[in-house]
């Protein structure tokens, strides 16, 4: 459904691209993880083409983006609503830039109400939400015309728990039935629930690519134990398994036990990726 291949972006010094290459089926979520500045929303905005790569190839169901724009659904990393327009003018609007009309269009936007929880504010105009609520609504707007391609930048930012699991869900929902997903996000919870496969983004380019599971196995988590007189900190493969060995040689009374599988942290240090923002 989505073929980028190796895209290149500059800005004066800044290689924002470098060599960016993804490919995401039909009925795949892929979440596409990095450190700030790796490149996720330079590619996003590419692929919704509102950004142009100064070479690669961007195609969207086998055209340019820009000839696929009723087929994308972009929910951007910043909000982008009109402040003066409520909710439901938002879906209106976009369900209609899609070709939605009357009934479809009405029936689009109860359902989306109804799956994103938008009922209290769905008369209110956007300048006068919460950011929790504008985020609903933006995330509202790209899929509303039920595209299938949804990008997705960070659309749980900010977002209260119950927000997160609606979107989460719907997103599911999406995929189940056919909607190719990119799903940026610093949260591999999120990417777990969502059963999604892994784009590792760093310095302008994917440099690893597979299932959760496949990347991470192999990773040392973490277990610690506190007793009244100390605290133990044990990095390995098998959380679970060390806490069994470990507990009948310490001491009692045991007063807390943490158990912490590998993170995405954890995956980039066992890539050797950096920080770029912190150079
Ligand atoms: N309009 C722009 N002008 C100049 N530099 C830019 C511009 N947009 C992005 N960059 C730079 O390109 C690089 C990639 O930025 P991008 O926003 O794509 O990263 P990201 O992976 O989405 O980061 P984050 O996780 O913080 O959202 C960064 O070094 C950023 O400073």
Request: glycine content about 8%; hydrophobic content about 40%; some cysteine.
């Amino acid at each position: 459904m989505l073929q980028a291949i190796d895209l290149r972006k500059r800005y004066d010094e800044v290689q924002a691209l470098d060599g960016f290459s993804l490919e995401v089926a039909a009925g795949e979520i892929v979440g596409l993880v990095g450190h700030n500045g790796a490149g996720k929303t330079t590619f996003v905005e590419m692929v919704s083409g509102l950004l142009r790569p100064d070479s690669g190839t961007v195609l969207v169901d086998g055209v340019s983006p820009t000839r696929a724009r009723d087929r994308i659904g972009i929910s951007p990393q910043h909000i982008a609503l009109y402040r003066p327009l409520t909710v439901r003018e938002h879906l209106e609007l976009y369900g209609r830039l899609a070709g939605l009309r009357r009934a479809a269009l009405r029936s689009a936007i109860d359902d989306l109400t109804a799956a994103l929880r938008l009922e209290s504010f769905l008369n209110r105009t956007c300048g006068l939400l919460s950011g929790g609520q504008q985020r609903r609504a933006q995330a509202a707007t790209a899929l509303v015309h039920r595209p299938a391609l949804l990008l997705l930048d960070e659309p749980t930012a900010g977002a209260d728990p119950e927000t997160r699991q609606a979107l989460l869900d719907v997103v599911k929902q999406r995929a189940g039935e056919g909607a190719a997903v990119v799903y940026t996000t610093h949260y591999l919870t999120e990417l777990t629930d969502l059963q999604a496969t892994i784009a590792v983004a760093a310095e302008g380019r994917v440099i690893a690519r597979g299932a959760a599971d496949e990347l991470l196995s192999g990773l040392p988590g973490e277990v610690r134990v506190r007793t009244a007189d100390e605290q133990l900190t044990v990095s390995t493969t098998d959380p679970t398994g060390t806490l069994l060995e470990l507990l009948p040689t310490v001491a009692r009374p045991v007063e807390s036990v943490e158990l912490r599988n590998p993170s995405l942290d954890d995956l980039y240090h066992s890539l050797a990726v950096t920080d770029v923002d912190a150079h």
